[in-house]
């Protein structure tokens, strides 16, 4: 058999890693390598290095340590029942790829993940081993993030939390029922204990000692989890639900929506869709709604009947259109909080306002500078200058901003 | 008329102590022309701004604005700013106010230069230049910013590549890394940097990690627009990656399913009678020997 080089496993093994939404590297600890006894740094904001056509930012080198895998689960591309072309990585050429790359400037860190292979401790120890090797051998600072496997041993997850700037385990589909029906080896009450456990680790390594010491941080960038989105039946309100749940349950930093995209070598249990790119991008805007702007779960999901988004318009302008007699808001009076619920403004824009509105009277041509979206937040808002008059009000507004009805094609 | 000429290097000390000179000795705005090197002076012109003298209190958000003002490619930056810190004597709440047109003038270049910073950040590409097992390895990197930041942003790279020399060459300015010390100097024409095997490699890896069924090429030229296309070496793969992507897309939906693998039943039994830990390697390497 001839030695397979590292230029083909590298096209493999990111190829298989392509499906996982996340590429933060930001919100670890701040450090760098000024001392000059080691390579990378990390400044709080991450730096996406690359974008590819699909739109996806490139931060991390994110590869699969291996695609070989023991688990069939429906949705994968690495499931063991698949055709796709299999190869694994050595330690040394994980490690080697990381650091060349990141001399070069093209990445801030590594993302691993695996299939599982043997066992889920033989799997995570491989890792972990990674980890250690970059961190210790070669005195790397910059960004680690490692999918960790569900069952693997505490001592193993212990051990990672301190090498790694993120931890992340997915919970792969909105419901119980459709994990069990898609990834059969996989199970949702695990998940969510490693998740627990993760939760802990990280709750105790805040309390300092005796002494006042701080222990090691642990996942200093937090835990994340993905869900992929439209290979089962599940509504936009089961999805938010589940993620609130997640959010205030195991302190996650954020849920990543992953659209169920066409695989090379699909299963037959699930048939191929094209991936349904807006209602991720909804459920990311209902997500930030719920976590920065003050809105609970069923001011959300109730303005739809189906339980759905609405994919025509954001949600936050579904809700706004819902509850009209709330609006037009005064600018230069209103409160933050009712603020944050004008279509068009940001949190940002909302804190210039409140800023500015303590020493001058707010016009319409203020905001326009202070950099609201003001055609979307026009028949909304009371500014100087400016009224909606009956707009606010008027039957068409929301043809105002939905986009044309389309033409049924027959195809 | 005062005549000011700020350098390239280190335009932002220049600027501060010329600025901290003239608003100590209440010379207004118009009777100062603030100019790069290289124009041509004007006649009757006083080169020497007055010395500053005594203490100059400002609000800490416009020094801040203004180190980042300097480096924007507006050759009216230096009056601009001036203009402002003059009007600032008599309102000092106005580096508050978010609805002065000056101001939100200023805040715009100021984002300018950050949104310059954060991409040469993002962007910069090294190519090794010395011997891979020297104890320190030293990397160099071609590049043309829209504003002056090589100066500003030199430091998150010193900071970043602390085990390593490097060196930045762009048209305006040079920044050189010896041994954690970084150093400035002329900018050069571009350089023939040696060819560099894991370019290659990275290549391989843009190609293999984008998503041929979610072609969004509006959203990746919105943060990577295509005036920094020419010294990025992944951007030669764009091009076939978009065209090929409906395609690709099209042929992975058409695909009937396929029939599992044999080793799959193996795998899948041996895991279910609990003795998945018993090396399952062999099966691997015979899959692997199937392909080939």
Known sequence: MTRMTVKRKLEILSDAAKYDASCASSGSSKRDSRDGNGLGSNEGSGICHAYAPDGRCISLLKILMTNFCVYDCSYCVNRVSSNVPRARFTVDEVVDLTINFYRRNYIEGLFLSSGIIRSPDATMADMVRIARRLRRKESFRGYIHLKTIPDAAPELIAEAGLLADRLSINVELPTDAAVEAYAPEKSPEQIRGAMADVRHRKDAAQDRSHRGRRPPRFAPAGQSTQMIIGADGATDKTILGRSTRLYGDYKLKRVYYSAFSPIPDSSAKLPLISPPLQREHRLYQADWLLRFYGFELDEITSTTRDGNLDLAVDPKLAWALEHRALFPVDVNKAPKELLLRVPGFGVKTVKRIVSTRRHCYLRYDHLLRIGGAMKKAQPFIVAGGWSPGSLTDSACLRARFAPPPEQLTLF | ?292
């Open chain 2, 1 to 292: 008329m005062y005549h000011v000429v700020i350098p390239k290097i280190g335009a932002a000390t220049a600027w501060r102590t010329a600025a901290r000179g003239f608003l100590a000795a209440q010379v207004p705005p118009h009777e100062i022309c603030w100019q790069e090197p290289g124009a041509a002076p004007e006649l009757f012109a006083r080169t020497q701004a007055p010395p500053p003298t005594g203490d100059i209190k400002v609000s800490r958000r416009f020094v801040a604005m203004a180190n980042s003002v300097v480096w924007h490619r507006d050759r009216d930056r230096f009056a601009r700013l001036y203009g402002f810190l003059w009007r600032l004597r008599d309102a000092p709440h106005l580096t508050g106010d978010h609805g002065d047109s000056r101001l939100a003038r200023l805040r715009r270049m100021e984002k300018n230069v950050h949104r310059c910073q954060h991409k040469m950040k993002a962007f910069v590409r090294f190519r090794e230049i010395g011997d891979p097992e020297a104890p320190r390895r030293s990397f160099a990197a071609w590049f043309e910013p829209t504003h002056h930041t090589v100066e500003p942003t030199a430091s998150f790279f010193a900071r970043r590549f602390g085990d390593m020399d490097w060196r930045i060459i762009t048209p305006d300015k040079t920044a050189i890394c010896v041994d954690g010390v970084v150093s400035f100097s002329a900018g050069q024409p571009r350089p023939d940097l040696p060819e560099d095997a894991h370019e290659d490699l990275w290549i391989a890896y843009f190609e293999n990690i984008f998503n041929p069924a979610r072609l969004k090429v509006s959203a990746m030229c919105s943060e990577m627009p295509k005036k920094y296309w020419k010294n990025l070496p992944e951007a030669v793969a764009i091009p076939n990656l978009v065209k090929t992507a409906p395609e690709r897309a099209e042929k992975m939906a058409r695909a009937a399913p396929t029939l599992p693998p044999l080793r799959a039943e193996r795998m899948k039994e041996r895991l279910a009678q609990g003795n998945a830990t018993d090396g399952t390697l062999p099966s691997q390497s015979s899959a692997l020997r199937q392909r080939k």
